[in-house]
T-cell receptor, first 109, second 116 residues
Framework: GQNIDQPTEMTATEGAIVQINCTYQTSGFNGLFWYQQHAGEAPTFLSYNVLDGLEEKGRFSSFLSRSKGYSYLLLKELQMKDSASYLCAVKPNDYKLSFGAGTTVTVRA | GAVVSQHPSWVICKSGTSVKIECRSLDFQATTMFWYRQFPKQSLMLMATSNEGSKATYEQGVEKDKFLINHASLTLSTLTVTSAHPEDSSFYIC????????????FGPGTRLTVT
């Protein structure tokens, strides 16, 4: 089976930076995704990493180290609307995605 | 951008009845569609993968006779929950990809099913 771990909850202050870690052990690796999901809504795509290194997209950045089976999502200049669940997902060796349990981020004023 | 719709957005049904959920790709052809189930405060669990014109591939532990999937066209897949029970109450989400070479899946808005 696929094993994807991420913290359950994180809390941060508006304007701050939060880093959500994700470690994975999967049967193969064909890319890692980060999704944002607000309560009662479907996930929305944030980032995709398939090579080692940092991908930056505005306030969100995602990092991947394949040798360590590790990724993180960095959220900068936090806003209240960033309060959501963040899902780490790995594509093992085909087009299916395996999701982690999600990290609930709460942004406080 | 790629848009996926689901209908209905929420449904309440009585135990023992069947419910059909539709998933449509609105502006692209989806050769592959995925059906997920999400229980409260849990992550998405893949139920099955459907390819247009062929039988769906179910994940281990998912009853194919209970969760009927039909992918009759490149823009529509349906999930029918047969003989629904309260434990089937969940958030059902579909996603669509335009091909196996595409790295991104586009998610529908989800359907909240409550079985009473």
């Amino acid at each position: 089976g696929q094993n994807i771990d991420q913290p359950t909850e994180m809390t941060a202050t508006e304007g701050a930076i939060v880093q959500i870690n994700c470690t994975y052990q999967t049967s193969g690796f064909n890319g890692l995704f980060w999704y944002q999901q607000h309560a009662g809504e479907a996930p929305t795509f944030l980032s995709y990493n398939v090579l080692d290194g940092l991908e930056e997209k505005g306030r969100f950045s995602s990092f991947l180290s394949r040798s360590k089976g590790y990724s993180y999502l960095l959220l900068k200049e936090l806003q209240m609307k960033d309060s959501a669940s963040y899902l780490c997902a790995v594509k093992p060796n085909d087009y299916k995605l395996s999701f982690g349990a999600g990290t609930t981020v709460t942004v406080r004023a | 951008g790629a848009v996926v719709s689901q209908h209905p957005s929420w449904v309440i049904c009585k135990s023992g009845t069947s419910v059909k959920i539709e998933c449509r790709s609105l502006d692209f052809q989806a050769t592959t569609m995925f059906w997920y189930r999400q229980f409260p405060k849990q992550s998405l669990m893949l139920m099955a993968t459907s390819n247009e014109g062929s039988k769906a591939t179910y994940e281990q532990g998912v009853e194919k006779d209970k969760f009927l999937i039909n992918h009759a066209s490149l823009t529509l897949s349906t999930l029918t929950v047969t003989s629904a029970h309260p434990e089937d109450s969940s958030f059902y989400i579909c996603s669509a990809g335009s091909g196996t070479s595409s790295y991104e899946q586009y998610f529908g808005p989800g359907t909240r099913l409550t079985v009473t």
